[in-house]
Nanobody, 113 residues
Framework: QVQLVESGGGLVQAGESLRLSCAAS????????MGWSRQAPGKQRELVAI???????NYADSVKGRFTISRDNSKNTVYLQMNALKPEDTAVYYC???????WGQGTQVTVSS
Protein backbone atom coordinates (compact mmCIF):
# COMPACT_ATOMS: atom_id res chain seq x y z
CA GLN A 1 0.00 0.00 0.00
CA VAL A 2 1.49 3.29 -1.14
CA GLN A 3 1.37 6.21 1.25
CA LEU A 4 2.65 9.76 0.88
CA VAL A 5 2.28 11.75 4.09
CA GLU A 6 2.93 15.49 4.08
CA SER A 7 3.76 17.57 7.12
CA GLY A 8 5.10 21.00 7.96
CA GLY A 9 2.32 23.27 6.82
CA GLY A 10 1.01 26.10 8.94
CA LEU A 11 0.30 29.79 9.27
CA VAL A 12 3.15 32.23 8.76
CA GLN A 13 3.59 35.89 7.97
CA ALA A 14 4.77 37.19 4.63
CA GLY A 15 8.54 36.95 4.31
CA GLU A 16 8.87 33.97 6.61
CA SER A 17 9.84 30.40 5.77
CA LEU A 18 8.40 26.92 6.04
CA ARG A 19 9.72 23.49 5.19
CA LEU A 20 7.33 20.83 4.02
CA SER A 21 8.17 17.15 4.28
CA CYS A 22 6.65 14.18 2.53
CA ALA A 23 7.39 10.68 3.80
CA ALA A 24 6.81 7.88 1.32
CA SER A 25 6.14 4.22 1.96
CA UNK A 26 5.11 1.28 -0.18
CA UNK A 27 7.21 2.33 -3.16
CA UNK A 28 10.87 2.08 -4.14
CA UNK A 29 11.23 5.77 -3.44
CA UNK A 30 14.69 6.24 -4.90
CA UNK A 31 13.60 5.44 -8.47
CA UNK A 32 10.69 7.86 -8.54
CA UNK A 33 10.73 11.45 -9.69
CA MET A 34 8.73 13.39 -7.11
CA GLY A 35 6.85 16.65 -7.13
CA TRP A 36 5.02 19.23 -5.12
CA SER A 37 1.86 20.86 -6.40
CA ARG A 38 -0.50 23.33 -4.79
CA GLN A 39 -4.10 24.37 -5.09
CA ALA A 40 -5.57 27.60 -3.80
CA PRO A 41 -9.32 28.08 -3.33
CA GLY A 42 -11.02 28.72 -6.63
CA LYS A 43 -7.84 28.19 -8.62
CA GLN A 44 -6.44 25.39 -10.72
CA ARG A 45 -3.84 23.09 -9.28
CA GLU A 46 -0.32 24.32 -10.01
CA LEU A 47 2.82 22.22 -10.30
CA VAL A 48 5.38 23.91 -8.05
CA ALA A 49 8.53 21.80 -8.24
CA ILE A 50 9.88 18.51 -9.50
CA UNK A 51 12.94 16.51 -8.52
CA UNK A 52 14.12 13.54 -10.55
CA UNK A 53 15.53 10.33 -9.17
CA UNK A 54 18.99 11.74 -9.88
CA UNK A 55 18.28 15.03 -8.13
CA UNK A 56 17.66 17.34 -11.06
CA UNK A 57 15.08 19.99 -10.26
CA ASN A 58 12.58 22.23 -12.01
CA TYR A 59 10.40 24.99 -10.62
CA ALA A 60 7.39 27.02 -11.55
CA ASP A 61 8.32 30.58 -12.42
CA SER A 62 6.18 31.79 -9.52
CA VAL A 63 8.46 30.14 -6.95
CA LYS A 64 11.83 30.12 -8.68
CA GLY A 65 14.52 31.53 -6.41
CA ARG A 66 12.36 31.20 -3.30
CA PHE A 67 11.52 27.48 -3.08
CA THR A 68 13.90 24.53 -3.05
CA ILE A 69 12.92 20.92 -3.54
CA SER A 70 15.21 18.21 -2.23
CA ARG A 71 15.11 14.55 -1.34
CA ASP A 72 16.71 12.14 1.10
CA ASN A 73 16.46 8.64 -0.31
CA SER A 74 17.75 7.13 2.93
CA LYS A 75 14.64 8.50 4.63
CA ASN A 76 12.22 8.05 1.71
CA THR A 77 11.41 11.73 2.09
CA VAL A 78 11.07 14.70 -0.23
CA TYR A 79 11.19 18.25 1.07
CA LEU A 80 10.05 21.67 -0.07
CA GLN A 81 11.88 24.56 1.54
CA MET A 82 9.83 27.71 1.07
CA ASN A 83 11.47 31.06 1.76
CA ALA A 84 10.26 34.63 1.38
CA LEU A 85 6.68 33.44 1.45
CA LYS A 86 3.98 35.63 -0.05
CA PRO A 87 0.22 35.72 0.58
CA GLU A 88 -0.28 34.33 -2.93
CA ASP A 89 1.57 31.18 -1.84
CA THR A 90 -1.42 30.32 0.36
CA ALA A 91 -2.73 26.93 -0.78
CA VAL A 92 -2.98 23.27 0.04
CA TYR A 93 0.33 21.69 -0.91
CA TYR A 94 0.44 18.14 -2.20
CA CYS A 95 3.32 15.75 -2.57
CA UNK A 96 3.09 13.29 -5.46
CA UNK A 97 5.02 11.12 -7.82
CA UNK A 98 5.83 12.99 -11.02
CA UNK A 99 3.69 10.52 -12.93
CA UNK A 100 0.72 11.52 -10.81
CA UNK A 101 -0.03 7.94 -9.84
CA UNK A 102 0.31 8.61 -6.14
CA TRP A 103 -0.65 11.68 -4.10
CA GLY A 104 -0.54 12.68 -0.47
CA GLN A 105 -3.47 14.10 1.44
CA GLY A 106 -2.15 17.65 1.37
CA THR A 107 -1.00 20.15 3.96
CA GLN A 108 -2.32 23.68 4.33
CA VAL A 109 0.02 26.64 4.00
CA THR A 110 -1.39 30.04 4.88
CA VAL A 111 0.64 33.22 4.48
CA SER A 112 -0.73 36.37 6.08
CA SER A 113 0.17 39.84 4.86
Amino acid sequence: QVQLVESGGGLVQAGESLRLSCAASGIIFSIYAMGWSRQAPGKQRELVAIITSLGSTNYADSVKGRFTISRDNSKNTVYLQMNALKPEDTAVYYCHTKSGNYWGQGTQVTVSS
